[in-house]
């Protein structure tokens, strides 16, 4: 096992060979012993292991013949809670990111579960997205579970899914130089004997916002009344007819509505069947978008 420092100078390696550039995509298949971007620091040993699965329902990976699994043999560990972390290089002004991965869960709705974690810089720690201080982060889609400390993958997919992670180029001030992530899984009791969780397939993709957040979001986005109670008002910066997408994200990092719109100059959005707290409005077109932070208060 590898630690992280070695891990992190790989990348660095195979990003200057291979003359990438914020936009290109880096690929983990965890399938060529070669390729410096496969994920090796995983602890406590042998909860995550990469390798060819044969159990009783994951019996081969997505792309033959590696995946990351919660051991490739036997059912998962029972009260047990593991990590598998990699990290993304942030090349200059790189604010956007998307990780996509294929995964497919085996386990006892909630009684064992896989989740996503970022490191913050400003705490010093491992936590969840939605807790992460300014950090735009949504799960787009994916076989999720929603509870009250983010989302969970938890259950039986019955099949592999597409999962997608977006950090959006919301986040202003400095950006870290490295964003780190891990896969969490915790392993309950087990009686059913399932297989866990298996990753696969891991993209991770590093995007430029154009020199900085202004210059990205040339959308005009105002809100009004901000806060607001079971309405607010949108006026948008753009030509009358254009079409758009409005959507709206919870603080823990929920899609709670996306609708596809025209403009047609200052348009209301309802409120009312969302709770109170703060959301992040989007409102993206082909080639733009712009993101303002909506306070609901009932």
Known sequence: ??????LLFAILITIIAS?????????????????????????????????????PVF?????????????????????????????????????????????????????????????????????S?????????????????WTDSGAVFTGRSNGWVLAKLVVDCCKSGPVPQHLRLRFGFYGGANPSHRDGWIIDNVRATAGGCSGGIEEHQQISLNTFPNPANTSTTLDLGLPQGERYTLEL???????????????TGTQAL????????????????????ASERIIVEH
């Open 249 to 263: 994200v919870r603080a823990d990092g929920a899609l709670v509505l996306r609708e596809h719109r025209r403009n």
């Open 19 to 55: 003359a990438q550039t914020p936009g290109d995509t880096l690929t983990m298949y965890f399938d060529d012993a070669s390729d410096s971007l496969h994920l090796d620091s995983i602890y406590p040993a042998g909860c995550w292991q990469v390798g060819h699965p044969n159990k």
């Open 1 to 6: 096992m590898r630690t992280f420092a070695t």
């Open 129 to 145: 997205l939605w807790e992460v201080q300014d950090f735009c982060a949504t799960l787009d889609y994916g076989f999720q579970t």
């Open 59 to 127: 019996t081969s990976a997505y792309s033959e013949p590696n995946a990351l699994v919660t051991d490739t043999v036997l059912p998962h560990q029972d009260s047990t809670t593991c990590y598998a972390e990699f990290s993304l290089v942030s090349i200059d002004n790189t604010r956007h990111r998307d990780v996509w991965f294929r995964h497919w869960s085996d386990t006892d709705s909630l009684d064992s579960y896989g989740w996503l974690e970022v490191f913050d810089p400003l705490v010093d720690q491992w936590v």
């Open 270 to 289: 309802d409120l009312s069947r969302f709770g109170d707290g703060p959301y992040l409005l989007r409102v993206i077109t082909d080639t733009r978008q």
